[in-house]
């Protein structure tokens, strides 16, 4: 799951999952990762955003996963951001995808929408998982990113969004929206 975070970052899903299985299909731990030269493991995840970038953190986090943590990764987003290429997003990701513990993994559909909505005030990402992790219920928080990502990919757009077609149009304040369909 980490792992495959880090290749998504930047990424489209229809890239991501392909890349990852061609990486898994010949390293599946951090150990056996290891073994892959920078230039192997760049050409299983081509076309991921950044691969030559990824291609290092990868390496960088399978070592450090082994030196620090017997090659386990960590089950608190306190642990996973000591982890060097490890931010918030991911660490929430991880411990939700991974670990099915509560987090709210902030991307920019979720940072996007819910300040257009209105529901938080914020000016990036960690402040809208913050401002989020004290109004939103636990309950809510895993299936949070899920739900915004697919309404910011195909109603909620970034430019223009559709808002003639929101199914909670009723419900939004609009903020910051100058023009939509």
């Not at 970038?53 to 386990?72: E, P, Y």
């Not at 902030?106 to 990036?124: A, F, P, Q």
């Not at 559709?162 to 909670?168: A, D, L, Q």
């Amino acid at each position: 799951m980490l792992v495959a975070c880090i290749l998504s970052l930047r990424t489209q899903d229809t890239t991501t999952g392909p890349a990852s299985e061609r990486l898994f299909a010949v390293a599946k731990t951090p150990a056996t990762m290891l073994r892959l030269t920078p230039r192997a493991i760049e050409r299983l995840i081509y076309p991921v955003g950044f691969y030559r970038t990824k291609a290092r953190v990868i390496l960088g986090l399978c070592r450090d996963l082994l030196a620090r943590w017997d090659g386990r990764v960590p089950d608190t987003i306190d642990a996973l951001l000591t982890l060097k290429g490890v931010g918030r997003k991911t660490a929430n990701l991880v411990v939700t995808m991974g670990y099915g513990r509560p987090g709210i993994c902030v991307d920019t559909h979720v940072h996007r929408i819910s300040n257009r909505l209105g529901y938080v005030r914020t000016k990036s990402p960690d402040e809208t998982e913050m401002a989020l992790r004290a109004k939103l219920p636990r309950r809510h928080w895993i299936g949070y990113n899920d739900l915004l990502v697919a309404f910011g990919q195909n109603v909620c757009t970034p430019i223009s969004p559709r808002c003639s077609i929101c199914p909670v149009r009723g419900l939004c304040r609009r903020v910051g929206v100058t023009a939509s369909r």
